[in-house]
């Protein structure tokens, strides 16, 4: 009793230091990774933008943690905004796409409170949304809307979510969309590379890319003018459905991963202090004020 009477203090004075250092991640790893500066790798096309012959990744491209991460309090709207571009109103009008991110949701979402991450256009899009599951939980889904040439509010869609997401926890999210004419399709969201799976038979999907809609990262239009906190990272769109076991690939690749399928690759923007898109498709995104890049974003990471 003497002991622990004389010694007892300091031993919880260093138990409660250690804690505190703990928790802002003094020993977490990634703090010490190495770190891949803004462009560190990016796609080459020879032939310019939209081209396909010859591409391939320049730069250090060995899955790196990233400098940054995008970060929008929820007090924010419409984060990265990329202006409508050919390659994007194609890529979505095709039939096929998938979207591919890093995210972590730091804002605990209300009863049915909706949070867009990535989506096509305002009003009626396709992409990639969170919403309340419970008062520690949230989901991800996706909405591929179609119509038979009518007005968005007459509009069918297809949807498909994957629930049981933790709070302040980086995930790997993908949306995968594929069209089958003349009348059926499916489309897929992915978590941590494990995938939830929605199949249909309707009217054909008619994308409204065309119409001049953009493709934002991060918005508020969609869901009602929800709004949203959380950060973002490694943002890629492909002009194809990619399968399950190519994003379980792109999950271990880790939150500094390069694109994995050059070929279909429309944007790529890792949102490592900029929102350059670094594709080689030039789809550059413009950021809005109130959001901004996080250098010490790691706390919740965990390497695959």
């Given at each position: 009793?003497e002991?622990l009477?004389t010694y007892?203090?300091?031993i919880?004075?260093?138990a409660?230091?250690?804690?505190?250092l703990f928790?802002?991640?003094?020993?977490n790893?990634?703090n010490?990774?190495p770190?891949a500066p803004?462009?560190?790798?990016?796609?080459?096309?020879p032939?310019?933008?939209?081209?396909?012959s010859?591409?391939?990744?320049?730069?250090?491209?060995?899955g790196?943690?990233?400098?940054?991460v995008?970060s929008?309090?929820?007090?924010t709207?419409?984060?990265?905004?990329v202006?409508?571009?050919?390659?994007?109103d194609s890529?979505?009008?095709?039939?096929?796409w998938?979207?591919a991110?890093?995210f972590?949701?730091t804002?605990?979402?209300?009863?049915?409170?909706g949070?867009d991450?990535?989506?096509?256009?305002?009003?009626?899009?396709?992409?990639?949304?969170?919403g309340?599951?419970?008062?520690?939980?949230?989901s991800?889904f996706t909405?591929?809307?179609?119509?038979s040439?009518?007005?968005?509010t007459?509009?069918?869609a297809?949807t498909?979510?994957?629930?049981?997401?933790?709070?302040?926890?980086?995930?790997?999210?993908?949306?995968?969309?594929?069209?089958?004419?003349?009348?059926?399709?499916?489309?897929?969201?992915?978590?941590?590379?494990?995938?939830?799976?929605?199949?249909?038979?309707?009217?054909?999907?008619?994308?409204?890319a065309?119409y001049?809609?953009v493709f934002?990262i991060?918005?508020?239009?969609?869901?009602g003018?929800?709004?949203?906190?959380?950060?973002l990272?490694?943002?890629?769109f492909?002009?194809t459905?990619?399968?399950?076991?190519?994003?379980?690939?792109?999950y271990y690749?880790?939150?500094?991963?390069?694109?994995?399928?050059?070929?279909?690759?429309v944007?790529?923007?890792?949102?490592?202090?900029?929102?350059?898109?670094y594709s080689?498709?030039?789809?550059?995104?413009?950021?809005?004020?109130?959001?901004s890049?996080?250098?010490?974003?790691t706390?919740?990471?965990?390497?695959p």
């Amino acid at each position: 009793m003497e002991y622990l009477m004389t010694y007892g203090w300091a031993i919880l004075i260093i138990a409660v230091v250690l804690g505190a250092l703990f928790s802002l991640g003094v020993f977490n790893g990634a703090n010490f990774a190495p770190k891949a500066p803004p462009g560190a790798c990016q796609v080459f096309r020879p032939n310019g933008p939209g081209s396909t012959s010859f591409i391939n990744l320049e730069g250090v491209c060995s899955g790196e943690l990233p400098e940054y991460v995008f970060s929008f309090p929820n007090t924010t709207t419409n984060g990265d905004v990329v202006p409508e571009s050919k390659s994007l109103d194609s890529a979505w009008d095709g039939g096929s796409w998938t979207i591919a991110a890093w995210f972590k949701e730091t804002t605990v979402l209300g009863p049915g409170e909706g949070r867009d991450l990535i989506e096509e256009s305002y009003g009626c899009t396709s992409g990639l949304w969170t919403g309340s599951s419970s008062a520690t939980q949230y989901s991800v889904f996706t909405i591929q809307w179609y119509s038979s040439g009518g007005a968005c509010t007459n509009a069918g869609a297809v949807t498909a979510g994957y629930g049981g997401i933790q709070y302040n926890t980086w995930v790997f999210v993908a949306s995968t969309f594929h069209y089958i004419p003349p009348s059926g399709g499916w489309v897929a969201v992915c978590v941590d590379g494990a995938c939830s799976n929605s199949s249909w038979t309707s009217n054909d999907p008619t994308d409204y890319a065309a119409y001049g809609y953009v493709f934002q990262i991060h918005d508020d239009d969609c869901c009602g003018g929800f709004l949203n906190g959380g950060e973002l990272a490694d943002v890629q769109f492909y002009n194809t459905s990619l399968s399950a076991s190519t994003m379980n690939a792109m999950y271990y690749e880790g939150i500094g991963g390069a694109p994995i399928q050059l070929q279909n690759l429309v944007g790529w923007w890792p949102l490592n202090g900029n929102g350059q898109d670094y594709s080689g498709n030039n789809n550059n995104g413009a950021v809005n004020s109130g959001d901004s890049f996080d250098s010490s974003w790691t706390s919740g990471y965990a390497t695959p």
